[in-house]
């Protein structure tokens, strides 16, 4: 009888990566209590807009409603990131999750109370807001300090698959909830999510963090901040490279929508299906890149061509269950590109900058995909659902070869530096 194939050395370095950051303790009571949390957020999000739709019969109030809290973000998330990086990244969210909790459990007394108003809704939103702006930032640089840096790259796919599991899983449970027992239901869920997060972080063993340095206070930090990452071509590359595709690649909910209904001619059940399936690639996406101990500038370039040749195609996508097969695949290639983003930002970054770093990264990705949505839901009314995705998908294509050609003049004059250098210190080698 023929015995077991052994696993090849590769795949057991790959399946260890995500292993070895699940062997932080305080990991995985982070990872346990942000599994929970984002399930919350889902259901929080869609109570919410179904509540605010019941009571003002407007979706100009839901758009107002999802507006308020994420303009915050854009305000005040480089501020957040130098919160990270001048406290205790651990204490930050220990208050930020706690308030948070507090607002959510006050939405949903609300809600149960019977006494809620749209203008409630508005103001935690706006609030709830102002708090992300401060969390996420901290949120993400606080990988590192658990795992160290050689296993961010795993922890961060692990977190990624975490938050695409609750976007499916955190809807459905929401709707299932309002329509049995009511949304305010949705929401007391949320609120004690938080606290499973909090209670996660009083549970760490502090001592298991790495100890690294803080920013020491001075002024104009924020500057410094934006002066380091547009001075480092390690930094830069990839958050340019990072605007481009979330700026006309990431708009899916304009894609999809114009999609099923112009040009496939379908109605909400398939919508319900392109974005579940989209999801699902994104979901598988970041289980591979937990399987990775690196992430090397070739594979974010590889990453992002291969979504935007993935957008193009279903561009040209002649059936239904064709583009449903290219969309699964898009989102895989994307989750891939936007979690090495992440990871090769956080390596290559200062742990006293890291905050600063990863906030820039959440604002150019999140305010280029606010520029490009309207522009793009422009460019489909104008000319054609098809036209748009291709378009979108060839800039991504171009936004690759770009940085290809950028990277390679970078490294090119590195090494005409050094060469230099060298003869310089070469004659007065033999004193």
């Known amino acids: 009888m023929k015995g077991l194939r052994r696993p090849r050395k590769h795949e057991r370095a790959s399946q260890s990566n995500a292993l070895k950051a699940l062997g932080h303790r305080n990991y995985r009571l982070f990872l346990l209590g942000e599994t ?82 749209v203008w409630h809704v508005y103001l935690i939103a706006a609030l709830l807001g102002v708090l992300i702006a401060t969390d996420l930032p901290a949120r993400q640089a606080f990988v590192a300090d658990m795992v160290g840096r050689e296993s961010v790259s795993a922890a961060l796919g692990l977190n990624s698959a975490a938050g695409q599991l609750a976007k499916v899983t955190g809807p459905a449970a929401a709707g299932l909830l309002i329509a049995g027992v009511g949304g305010s239901w949705a929401m007391a ?39 380091y990452a547009f001075g480092q071509p390690d930094l830069l590359v990839p958050i340019s490279l990072a605007a481009a595709v979330g700026t006309f690649g990431y708009n899916f909910p304009v894609f999809l929508s114009s999609f099923t209904k112009t040009v496939f001619a379908r109605g909400p059940g398939a919508y319900g299906l392109l974005t579940t399936l989209l999801a699902l690639g994104a979901l598988c996406g ?20 291969c979504f935007g040749a993935l957008e193009v195609a279903g561009a040209l996508s002649p059936s239904f269950v064709l583009f449903c097969a290219l969309l ?16 090769t930002l956080q390596l290559a970054s200062d742990a006293e900058m890291r905050g600063r770093v990863m906030s820039l990264y959440i604002l150019v990705l999140n305010g280029s995909t ?28 171009l936004a690759a070869s770009g940085a290809v050609v950028w990277r390679r003049r970078i490294t090119a004059r590195q090494s005409c530096e050094a060469a230099r250098g060298e003869a310089v210190i070469a004659p007065g080698a033999d004193i």
């Open 36 to 117: 929970v949390s984002d399930t919350g957020t889902w259901m929080q999000r869609v109570a919410q807009d179904w509540i605010v739709l019941k009571l003002t019969g407007s979706t100009f109030a839901v758009g107002v409603t999802m507006a308020l809290q994420s303009v915050p973000m854009l305000l005040f998330g480089l501020l957040g990131g130098l919160v990270a990086d001048r406290f205790p990244r651990r204490a930050v969210l220990l208050v930020t999750q706690s308030l948070m909790g507090v607002l959510s459990g006050a939405l949903a007394l609300l809600a149960w109370t019977g006494d809620i108003r």
């Open 189 to 227: 869920f949320n609120a004690a999510s938080y606290f499973c997060v909090v209670l996660g972080l009083l549970l760490m063993r502090e001592q298991e963090l790495c100890a690294e340095p803080r920013a020491v206070r001075e002024r104009k930090q924020v500057r410094a901040g934006l002066r």
């Open 286 to 305: 970041a289980l591979a890149a937990a399987r990775r101990s690196e992430v090397r500038p070739s594979m974010l370039t590889g990453a992002a061509l």
């Open 328 to 343: 699964t695949c898009a989102g895989l290639w994307g989750m891939l590109f936007t979690s090495g983003v992440s990871a």
């Open 370 to 397: 606010a520029i490009g949505g309207p522009l793009i839901g422009w460019w489909a009314a104008a000319w054609n659902p098809r036209a748009a995705l291709a378009v979108c998908g060839a800039t991504s294509i």
